[in-house]
């Protein structure tokens, strides 16, 4: 299998290139090996190095650090999220369970900020969820309803205010929430690689090929190396399946966004000088929208079962044109070509969109999946799943097995076909929202 990236994203073009990294090129053996390094992989190899000051801790990723769906994310640290069913009181059950995952993510990575005293374009403005259609007022009034019971704060707003605070007239109404935070992705996972302590050994464009439990440890195969390795922790998200890793509970879904360049001052001032903010979309598959505080505008408006993971460029430019028409939707009066970059991600899917945190076997672990909610979540359950690999316990681990478990997935070609059929259906329904 191959890990590949287009180069595009905006996220990641902000920063300064990586140097000097290390790729695998002899045979080692270790007590700790950890394959990924996104926010579970890199949370989860500084909570062992801490536990564990006097040992070493391997950590490999198939790319550059950092670089999968980490730095690729559209940057909101959720308290809540709309779209995960909550109807009936045992479903609302379900969603205090998960919304108590989601307050310890933001407590976790708010820590590390803290700590490591990480910049990260930090803004604690809350978030919309938002829609041009009048009749989704009912789904926002039975989440308002949800909202209430679980004392979060928020409120409904109507047009007028909307037009006012985020520069179009598109959205109708939207409800909005003061918990949740916006943040650059990418300035977030960088600051988690520099914190690496030093007992922390880090591989990059190392791809773990193949992997096999023997007795004790367990074997991985590399292209120009091995490791044997007493204890692994899979922190590879939206490639458990292809690593063969909980392989009927989760699967990959690709996603694509773009960023536009910064407004002009004249631009800005056109559609009303807005303050940053975040949209989600009522439907699932409308559009994602953020407006940066550097006056960049971000759309993220297609879901999709890709095969191979790398997207073509031609693939790709289809999807940054069906952007530039999201975007034009909302901001007629903007150029057409203020498109800057454009960029795919994967991300791991359940069905019944719960996490995986897991020991599958004696020295065995894996973390991951967590639906598109990942910033907070995958830093919490990396250094959760550190916590549980050294066999201690904590408050956030009670916690997270609260959660259900989970579910079964049909074998393929069902999976592929329910997923797709599943697809289209929620597109139609969002076809005013893209
Ligand atoms: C477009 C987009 C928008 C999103 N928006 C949000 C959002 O607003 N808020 C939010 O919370 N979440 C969002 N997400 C989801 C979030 O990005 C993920 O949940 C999160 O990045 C998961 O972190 P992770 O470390 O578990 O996985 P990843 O960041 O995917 O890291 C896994 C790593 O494993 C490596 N790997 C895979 N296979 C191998 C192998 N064989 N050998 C070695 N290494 C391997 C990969 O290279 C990768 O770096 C979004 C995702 C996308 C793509």
């Not at 909980?246 to 002009?264: G, V």
């Not at 004249?266 to 000088?273: A, L, Q, T, W």
Request: proline content about 3%; aromatic content about 10%; overall charge positive.
């Amino acid at each position: 299998m191959q890990v590949i990236n287009d180069n595009g994203c905006s996220w990641i073009n902000d920063l300064s290139s990586r140097v000097n990294y290390k790729t695998l090129s002899s045979d080692l053996n270790c007590e700790w090996l950890i394959v990924g390094a996104g926010y579970t992989g890199l949370s989860a190899a500084r909570k062992l190095a801490q536990i564990y000051r006097n040992k070493k801790i391997l950590l490999v990723d198939a790319q550059l650090a950092g670089e999968g769906a980490s730095s690729r994310n559209s940057g909101y640290l959720v308290d809540t999220t709309l779209n995960d069913g909550f109807t009936s009181n045992k479903e609302l059950e379900n969603y205090k369970k998960k919304a108590d995952i989601y307050k310890l993510g933001i407590e976790t990575v708010k820590r590390f900020i803290k700590e490591y005293q990480v910049d990260c374009d930090w803004n604690e403005c809350g978030k919309y969820f938002a829609s041009s259609k009048i009749v989704d007022t009912k789904i926002l009034e039975k989440f308002s309803e949800t909202l209430s019971k679980l004392g979060f704060d928020h409120k409904i707003l109507s047009q007028k205010d909307l037009s006012r605070k985020l520069g179009t007239s598109f959205y109708n109404i939207a409800l909005q929430t003061k918990g949740g935070i916006l943040l650059h992705p990418g300035k977030l996972v960088r600051a988690m690689i520099d914190a690496l302590p030093e007992n922390v050994d880090l591989y990059e464009n190392t791809t773990l090929l193949k992997w096999k439990k023997n007795n004790n440890s367990v074997d991985c195969k590399f292209k120009n190396g091995s490791i044997k390795t007493k204890n692994i922790i899979f922190a590879t998200n939206g490639f458990f399946k292809s690593l063969g890793v909980k392989k009927n509970f989760s699967f990959p879904i690709t996603l694509t966004a773009s960023m536009t360049r910064p407004l002009t001052d004249k631009e800005f001032e056109d559609i009303g000088s807005p303050k940053e903010y975040g949209i989600l979309p009522v439907k699932p598959l409308g559009a994602t929208i953020r407006f940066t505080k550097d006056r960049r505008i971000l759309i993220r408006n297609t879901v999709e079962v890709y095969n191979p993971y790398k997207m073509s460029k031609e693939d790709l430019l289809e999807r940054s044109n069906y952007q530039k028409l999201g975007i034009k939707r909302r901001f007629p009066n903007l150029p057409n070509d203020i498109i800057q970059s454009s960029w795919s991600g994967i991300v791991s899917r359940s069905r019944n969109s719960s996490q995986i945190f897991e020991k599958i076997d004696n020295n065995i672990f894996a973390a991951g999946c967590y639906n598109g909610s990942g910033i907070g979540v995958g830093t919490l359950f990396g250094e959760q799943i550190a916590v549980k690999v050294s066999n201690q316990n904590s408050e956030e681990i009670n916690t997270i097995e609260k959660r259900n478990k989970p579910t079964w997935l049909p074998p393929q070609p069902f999976l592929n076909l329910g997923v797709r059929t599943r697809l289209i259906y929620e597109r139609l329904r969002a076809r005013s929202e893209t």
